[in-house]
């Protein structure tokens, strides 16, 4: 695992698009107008860059199957009878992929040029012990959100709960030089020192002169020594458990200097985690006289007719398997839907608060756990796609595809404004996951990582005239967080 900064990974990413365009530069634009005229919107630089790393990973792997690609991938090459064989099984495959695949609704999308490689995310951690908060802990990230402490206190200058020593019954006499100095110490910048004896917590508040709080009668004396930096506490009692703490104000003004390392520190990197690709493949057979009866008969092409089918499967399965992953890694909680409360006629305008309910609840069990994203799809099986669908249109807007309903995992609408409600037969008819992208590439709960996502090899006819394919695909796939996903059961009679 090594460490990298996010301006490195946005370079990479960048001339990785250089790189590639230079070999490819005649098929971005119409990838991308083919992407935008499915999704009504441009793909991400990221996209661009993983559709790219494909088409390389698929031009490298064709070349090894004895093809001669590389007249093919010219940039003086624009003809459609010069592209040639590469365009037309390359080219229009992984464009259809990219163009006609949703999994870039729910995880990120991270694409490979060879089968072992690397997926990012970011990570920041705490770069100074400071009170309660510890050098390496998680402050912000893909992993979990911005983390505050009790009284926020790690960019302020209070510093609060630093351990001045542990308690075991008998000791009454604590002495620490403190962390962060000098410290401000006034009426307004007390020290407070809190402490356990018997089961009760205790806090005393010492100004420089006084001490008062509700632990102050069983304390016989503080002091703070300027010079050395150190703190002397003496109990007439002495701490029964647990960790006498003390809070205080330091003077950050003091400590700064032209390279600022007297402040507290957040250390951001981006993580790189390497990741295999897997190989799916599967065989398709034709007879060759099918060919031409098909082509006169209906005027279709029978090998691009199978190619699209299988395509189109493949890329179903990968979705489902990745739906699959996402519900049985899910540790962000679990809620329920009931439907047998629903009323005899079945009107659904009286039940859907029960529905939104149990999505909002699922979101703030995300939001809750990774204190950063909030949820903002789902994946449901036939029960919570039904339910949805026949919701007032205030509350779930339905999508309109111009062509024929999609088939497998698609989009059908949107809830409330807020979730995308991605359909997935699939599933459990009762299972539904509620799940949260991420607020980019670098911050995701899970990556797809396709290296090939879909190539064919030559066709091979035998002596029974039976025509034979393979189709294989390459792709990595992980988590990164698995508390950005819920999952949600609907209860029925």
């Not at 962390?179 to 020290?191: A, C, E, R, T």
């Not at 007439?236 to 402040?263: H, R």
């Not at 890694?329 to 305008?349: C, K, L, R, W």
């Not at 590439?441 to 034979?468: C, Q």
């Amino acid at each position: 695992m090594g460490v990298l900064t996010e301006d490195l990974v946005i370079q990479n990413l960048s001339n990785d698009i250089k790189k590639y365009e230079k070999m490819f530069g005649n098929y971005v634009n119409v990838f991308e107008n083919v992407y935008y005229d499915y999704h009504g919107k441009k793909p991400s630089v990221n996209l661009k860059a993983s559709y790219l790393k494909n088409l390389y990973g698929f031009y490298d792997e064709y070349r090894s199957l004895g093809y001669d690609v590389g007249k093919y991938i010219k940039e003086d090459v624009t003809t459609p009878d010069s592209i040639g064989a590469f365009i037309h099984y390359g080219f229009d495959i992984i464009t259809a992929i990219y163009a006609t695949m949703i999994v870039d609704e729910f995880v990120s999308v991270q694409g490979m040029d060879r089968r072992i490689g690397e997926i990012f995310y970011a990570d920041f951690k705490i770069g100074d012990n400071k009170g309660t908060f510890q050098k390496g802990d998680d402050y912000l990230g893909a992993k979990v959100g911005p983390r505050a402490g009790r009284r926020g206190a790690y960019s302020s200058e209070l510093v609060d709960r630093e351990i001045l020593g542990q308690a075991n019954g008998g000791n009454i006499a604590f002495s620490k030089k403190l962390d962060w100095l000098p410290i401000k110490l006034s009426v307004g910048n007390p020290i407070e020192i809190e402490f356990v004896i018997g089961n009760d917590l205790y806090s005393a508040i010492w100004d420089g002169v006084n001490i008062s709080g509700s632990g102050s009668s069983y304390i016989d004396s503080i002091n703070f020594d300027n010079n050395t930096g150190t703190l002397n506490v003496t109990f007439d009692t002495a701490p029964t458990s647990g960790n006498v703490y003390v809070s205080y104000v330091y003077n950050s003004t003091a400590v700064e200097s032209a390279d600022f390392s007297g402040l507290p520190s957040i250390t951001m990197s981006v993580v790189s985690k390497l990741i295999e690709a897997k190989r799916r493949t599967l065989k398709t057979e034709y007879l060759l006289d099918s060919v031409g009866m098909l082509s006169k008969e209906h005027g279709l092409n029978l090998e691009n007719e199978l190619l699209k089918a299988v395509v189109a499967g493949v890329s179903n399965e990968i979705q489902v398997q990745i739906a699959y992953d996402l519900w049985k890694g899910a540790t962000a909680g679990s809620v329920e839907f009931d439907m047998t409360q629903m009323p005899a006629n079945g009107y659904p305008i009286l039940y859907r608060p029960e529905l939104v309910t149990a999505v909002t609840a699922a979101s703030t069990l995300i939001e809750k756990a990774v204190r950063r994203v909030r949820a903002n799809f789902v994946i449901g099986g036939a029960d919570f796609c039904n339910v949805v669908r026949v919701l007032p249109k205030d509350i779930f807007e339905p999508v309109v595809y111009k062509d024929a309903q999609p088939v497998g995992m698609h989009v059908i609408g949107l809830l409330r404004g807020e979730w995308k409600v991605i359909q997935n037969y699939d599933y459990d008819e009762d299972k539904f996951l509620v799940g949260a992208k991420g607020n980019g590439f670098l911050y995701t709960g899970y990556v797809y990582a396709p290296f090939i996502p879909i190539m064919t090899s030559k066709p091979y006819t035998d002596e029974n005239l039976v025509t034979k394919r393979v189709l294989l695909t390459y792709y990595g796939s992980d988590f990164v967080n698995t508390n950005f996903y819920a999952k949600g059961r609907v209860k029925k009679a």
